[in-house]
Structure formats: C-alpha cells, structure tokens
C-alpha cells in the first residue's frame, strides 16, 4: 500500500470529480497537441517543399496562388506562360537553373505534372520501381498516389481535364502508361503524377486548345486554333518555372524584372510562406489562448475537487499521522492526486489529439492530398506532460500544505 | 477472567520489563485552560485505567501519551526513549511502530479494504507489509472474513474489531484506548473489555484505558482519577 496507490484510491473514492477534472484537462492538452501537431506538419510541409527554390515565376495573378498551385499543387494555376519567355528568363546571368511545369490534367483527384527529370532530383525523390518517364504518355507517380489509387508498373489511365475530375472531361484518346513508381519522400512528389511536358502540349493540342487556367484569353484562343494541331515553339506555353539563383543578388533584380519587362509574374516562396504562416499564426493564438484558459480552468477544478474532498478527509489524515506517517508522506499523498490527475489527463489528451490526427488527416488527404501523420510523442508534447503536471502538482499544492501543518490533536478531538 | 494475565512464561523478557511512565506532565491550552497530569506507569499484563469526568483533560492526557501533543513540562519515557524530547519527524517514526490508539469512533481511511487499512498501518510504521500476520490478526478478533470489505460496511462492533486490529498490527509497546466501552451495555463492555487485555497481552503491549465509565473501575486493579 504505497501512496501513489492510496492517492489512486481516494481519486477513484469520488469518481464524479476525478472524472471533471480529467475532462477538462483532456481537452486543453488534446487542444494544445493537435496545434503542435498542425502547425509542426504544415511548417514542415511548407518550409520542406520551398527548400532550394528560389523563385516563381508563372501568369500574371496572384503570387500567393502561384506558389500554393506551382510549389504546393494545392491552389489552381494563375494561368500559362509562353515557353519562349521561360526560355529566355533562363538565359539571364543570375539564374542558376530551371525547372518547367506544365499542367494540364488530373487521374482521380491527383495532378498530373508535365515536367522534367530535375524536378525529381530536386525533390531528391527515388525510384521504387521502373523507371523515369522517357517518351510521351509515360508516366511517373508518387509513392502516395501509388498507394491510394492501387496503380502498378504497366498500368493505364486517361487523364481528365482540370484539376475536378467529370465526366465530359476526360482525355481518353490517349491513354497514359505507368512507367515508374517514386519512393515515399514526405514531399510533394509523393501525390504527382509525373510525365513529360509533351504530353501535356500534345493531349492539348489534339484537343485544340484546352489549357489550364482561368485568365484565359479569347483572341488568344483563337490565334491558337488557326494553328492548328501542328505547335511550333513560338506557341508552346507552360505554367510555370521554379527558379534558382546563382547569386543573393537575383533576389534584387529579377523579381523586378520579370515583372516589369515579361508577361509572366514571379514570387518568391520564402516571402509567400512568410506571409501565410502570419495569417495562420492570428487564429493559432486565438486556439493556443482558449486551451491555456481551458488549461487554467482545469487546474482549478483539480484544486476545487482536492481542496474539497481533504474537508471530509481530515481525520482520514490525521488518523494516518497516528500509524506514523510524516508530515512529508501527507503532503506528497496530496500532491500525488493531482499529479495523478494531471498525468491522466494528459494521457487521455494525447489519445484524443491522436483520434483527431487520424480524421482530420482524412479529410487533408481528400482535399489537398497531404496526409498527417503524426503517431509518436513529440518532444513539444514531453514538455507539454511536465508542465501538465507541474499544474496538477501546484493545483494540489494549497490543499497539501494544509495536510502538511494539520493539527492532528485537535482533528482527531473533533472527531 | 484476568487468568491469561498470569501466564507470564508467554511473555518475553523484553516486554516484562517494558514499562511506559509519565511524571510532571503539564499542558496549557491557553493561560487559563492548564492540565496537570498524575505520574502514571503501565506495563504489559498491568494495564491501568485513566479515570475522570469530562473537562478533566482526559483526552489530552491520552494525546500527550501517544505523541500527539508535545508536553510543555515533564517527560513521557515509553520502552526507554522519552518521547518529549523527540523531534516531530522522530515522533512520527516512534508512534508508527511503538504506540497504538483506538479512538472513541472508529475511523478507517475510506478508499480502502478492511486488510488495506491493515497493510497501510504496516506500511507507514515503516514495517514489512505481511499478509499471513494480516490474517491471523483479523482471524483472532474474529473479523477474517471481513477482510475484503469496505470498513464503512462494517457493524459499529466489527469496526471497532478492525480498529483494535489496526492499532495492534505492529505490536506497539503501547496500546491506547479512548473510551472504549462509553456506548456499549454491560454485557458488551465485558467482551470489549476482555479483548483489549487479551489482545494487548498477545502483542506485547501495555494497556491504558482512558475512560469517563466508572463500571470499568471494577475490572482494573490499577487506577488513577484526573480531578
């Protein structure tokens, strides 16, 4: 009979408070852990998948746009760029190295990339199996779209237009064929399907014009069909270019310069990323101050349920003192029930962050096709479970000092 | 009825010459409220029965007796050791494993089994936890199968068992008892009675009985009254 198990005991001997006191602190730690998780898996989804890009640069729009669709594949496209740009924009001295993007096309929900080998490479994605796509209609998919969509070397699918897949939509002259499957790298290639450009120009240009984009210009359009299906480079569009600098200097001329003497727009990740962590971060103190006054409020209630339930324990104690225990055991025993109430609270809050992971890591999944995964505790969290039951610990502390200096005489003569 | 305590060849020689004495003692409340206490001595198979009317002090007495109070003047020498000079946590340790008390209502720690009241008082005295002398202890005060039962379930006579059972767990030199027989009818008082000498015998211990009940007067030889 040591005293954590006695404290265990008189915590289950009034299970109605014991039961309050650990709700309430289940849901400020549950609270607190889903932020930690989110904001750790966005931060490093966000900042993983900026790493080494420099710049942008896409159609005239939005900058914030451009980088969610071209970097994070989440937003759409602002629109097509002339290739022959592209090309020239790759020639400046400050540019290190390129690479180009397409868009066109999606297979259930997932995009499908019409890009170049070094997209791969800068992502440091692996092969798994089969091989990088060589020819037109070949096709490389990422580990997360491998899974989800149960597709194998060999398979085949017909791209469906846009972003939404419908019915009209669908491409199904040409048929794409699985060449490859990448390796999971926690990045976005995870949940692209990947392909040649050509591929994108042509399934395009089968169709007459049928490009990407909202800003779609109706001459343009036109211009575009009297060509015919025969494209020269002169017409060839993309939608977009990741950019490496040579030098820090190409942070002082070229975005100025690519939007004042091109048609196309750049953006900078590390500034777009900067901006939507601040529009984030307004709400995430909004959350993180109703969990720490759910927090307070819990150790309140743990404070009210010791302070209350030693009235009726007094004698309990002093009787205690009587077979020999110290003042020390009755305080500990004291702080125990709260430490205890702390400790499974957070147990409890951690397992309902983690239920919470798994569904909102379902819905992620569906919308954007970025799972969350997040099962091991985190160091956050091993310091979330000190400070937990540090409350718990200092909630008990008035009732402790009080069991501490009980007068045992006097107690025990009231009886 | 006073047979067992002849048989002195069941006593040990350590607890024959085990004597509890006081001499001085006094205690004050405030300036006006002063005790005064007679000089007593106790020893196992000659309890001694601690007489006198409320406001007399008695319960004072008896926590001055089981360190619960600490004496302004006097001294208490329990198994050789005086307890008014012993520091608070020393006093803690010495009346874990030398002093048991039964108070006039039987309290037990509410979370816990008859036996785990048992193993707490074992516990704390800082003893061994030892189930089998769990069992014989609730077995002799007839309570065995009891053992697994909330104390608040128990009759007012059974707790009262659990709490002689308690006091007596780790063979005190010294086993109080406040006002063991004040609600109980003649008949009753005998078989309380009868037990804490049997019992306080068996364990080794000195018996003093603190008590406003002049019937008990009769059973004891050895009596002092507080005035």
């Known amino acids: 009979m040591n005293l954590l198990l006695l404290s265990w005991k008189n915590l289950r001997e009034r299970p109605l408070h014991t039961l309050m006191s650990v709700m309430l602190l289940t849901l400020g730690v549950s609270i607190i852990s889903l932020l930690l998780i989110l904001s750790q898996q966005l931060d490093g989804q966000f900042k993983d998948n900026i790493k080494g890009i420099d710049m942008v640069v896409g159609a005239k729009g939005s900058p914030t746009q451009l980088i969610l669709s071209s970097v994070y594949h989440i937003d759409n496209p602002t629109g097509n760029i002339p290739l022959k740009e592209a090309e020239e924009l790759l020639k400046h001295p400050l540019i290190k190295e390129g690479i180009m993007m397409a868009y066109g096309d999606s297979y259930k929900g997932y995009r499908i990339l019409g890009t170049e080998h070094s997209y791969v490479q800068h992502y440091e994605g692996e092969l798994a199996e089969g091989k990088l796509w060589e020819e037109p209609f070949e096709a490389t998919i990422g580990a997360g779209v491998a899974e989800r969509l149960n597709l194998s070397i060999g398979d085949t699918f017909y791209g469906s237009h846009g972003n939404v897949e419908t019915e009209e939509g669908v491409h199904d002259e040409q048929a794409y064929v699985v060449v490859g499957i990448l390796a999971p790298s926690r990045r976005v290639i995870d949940q692209l399907i990947m392909t040649p450009i050509q591929s994108v120009w042509d399934i395009h240009s089968d169709h007459g014009h049928e490009e990407e984009g909202h800003e779609e210009d109706e001459e343009e359009h036109v211009d575009e069909e009297d060509h015919g299906p025969e494209h020269d480079d002169e017409d060839k569009e993309i939608t977009a270019m990741l950019l490496k600098w040579k030098s820090p200097m190409g942070m002082m001329m070229l975005p100025r310069m690519v939007d004042k003497e091109t048609s196309m727009k750049a953006a900078l990740p590390a500034i777009e990323v900067s901006r939507l962590t601040e529009l984030f971060s307004v709400g995430r103190t909004t959350i993180e101050m109703i969990a720490l006054a759910i927090i307070l409020i819990s150790g309140i209630s743990v404070f009210v349920s010791i302070y209350s339930s030693l009235k009726d324990r007094k004698y309990e104690l002093a009787l205690m003192r009587t077979m020999g225990a110290s003042r020390e055991q009755l305080l500990i025993l004291v702080l125990l029930e709260g430490i205890i109430l702390g400790a499974l609270g957070y147990v409890c809050g951690i397992l309902v962050s983690r239920i919470g992971v798994s569904v909102l890591s379902f819905y992620f999944e569906e919308a954007y096709h970025y799972p969350l995964t997040q099962m091991i505790v985190s160091i956050e969290e091993l310091w979330l479970l000190l400070a937990i039951m540090v409350i718990g610990g200092l909630a008990a502390l008035i009732p402790g000092i009080r069991a501490f200096s009980l007068n045992i005489s006097q107690t025990l003569a009231d009886g | ?227």
């Open chain 2, 1 to 227: 009825m006073r047979l067992s305590f002849h048989l002195v060849d069941s006593i040990n020689l350590d607890n024959l010459y085990m004597m509890i004495l006081s001499s001085g003692l006094k205690f004050a409340y405030t300036e006006r409220q002063r005790f005064q206490f007679p000089d007593i001595t106790a020893s196992v198979g000659d309890p001694l029965l601690i007489l006198g009317n409320s406001g007399k002090g008695k319960t004072t007495f008896l926590h001055l007796l089981g360190g619960l109070l600490q004496a302004h003047e006097g001294e208490i020498i329990i198994n050789e050791t005086d307890i008014t000079r012993l520091s608070i946590q020393d006093l803690d340790r010495f009346r874990g494993r030398n002093i048991g008390i039964i108070f006039q209502q039987s309290h037990f720690v509410a979370a816990l089994t008859v036996r785990e009241n048992l193993q707490l008082a074992q516990k704390l005295s800082g003893n061994p936890v030892d189930h089998d002398q769990i069992m014989d202890m609730l077995a002799r005060l007839g309570i065995a199968a009891k053992s697994e039962q909330s104390t608040y379930r128990l009759s007012i006579g059974e707790q009262q068992r659990v709490a002689i059972a308690r006091a007596l767990i780790n063979r005190p030199k010294l086993l109080l008892a406040d006002e063991p027989t004040s609600s109980l009818d003649d008949y009753h008082t005998q078989e309380v009675i009868n037990l804490l000498e049997e019992q306080a015998h068996a364990a080794g211990s000195a018996l003093i009985i603190v008590t406003h009940d002049n019937r008990l007067k009769e059973h004891f030889s050895h009596s002092v009254e507080l005035d």
